[in-house]
Antibody, heavy 118, light 108 residues
């Protein structure tokens, strides 16, 4: 059964940095694109970034371009999100998700909460 | 950017009822729409992809329809475990991938 487990969330000051991790198991990680999606508590879902299966390209939502970097280590079955210059509006639960087929998300991890506050 | 608009924001129904949730895309997305169910404190779960194909483990009381710009998720014979928030998502024109704002299905 494919499974994703995020870690690395926490409280950080505005302007600070944080690195999220997502451990994958139960499937051939190197064969799949991977996403980060975030959700402000009580609000809707916002796609953040995607990295292709072989890490040769990445795409971001406009609000995080130049501040966030998605990366992966296929040898370790790990996905990462490096978040720099964090803002209060980045406060959210961050989910990793596997790209399936031509673009749906399945499965999702349980999420990790990032709080940006002074 | 494709904007996905869901309606209604909240739908009050009773167990056993039929519920229809709508999702409209700001431009044609073909049949490249997925639906997700999210319960409080949980991650979203894939229900449907390709607008009308049930994901593994999705009960057959769930059905999806539509193409182009208008889509629907119908739940027949609502059960207590179906009360949740439902999101549509397009994967036709990206980046960015886009989600609707969600429809909350609540027990009347």
């Amino acid at each position: 059964q494919p499974q994703l487990v995020e870690s690395g969330g926490g409280v950080v000051h505005p302007g600070g940095s944080l690195r999220l991790s997502c451990a994958a198991s139960g499937f051939n990680f190197k064969d799949y694109g991977m996403h980060w999606v975030r959700q402000v508590p009580g609000r809707g879902l916002e796609w953040v970034a995607i990295i292709r299966y072989n890490a040769n390209s990445e795409y971001y939502t406009d609000s995080v371009k130049g501040r966030f970097t998605i990366s992966r280590d296929n040898s370790k079955h790990m996905l990462y999100l490096q978040m720099n210059r964090l803002r209060s509006e980045d406060t959210a639960v961050y989910f990793c998700a596997r790209k399936k087929g031509v673009g749906w998300f399945d499965p999702w991890g349980q999420g990790t909460l990032v709080t940006v506050s002074s | 950017e494709v904007v996905m608009t869901q309606s209604p924001a909240t739908l009050s129904v009773s167990p056993g009822d039929r519920a229809t949730l709508s999702c409209r895309a700001s431009q044609s997305v073909g049949n490249n729409v997925a639906w997700y169910q999210q319960k409080p404190g949980q991650a979203p779960r894939l229900l449907m992809y390709g607008a009308s194909t049930r994901a593994t483990d999705t009960a057959d009381r769930f059905s999806g329809s539509g193409s182009g710009t208008d889509f629907a998720l119908t739940i027949s014979g609502l059960q207590s475990e179906d009360f949740a928030v439902y999101y549509c998502q397009q994967y036709s024109n990206w980046p960015p991938y886009s989600f609707g704002q969600g429809t909350k299905l609540e027990n009347k």
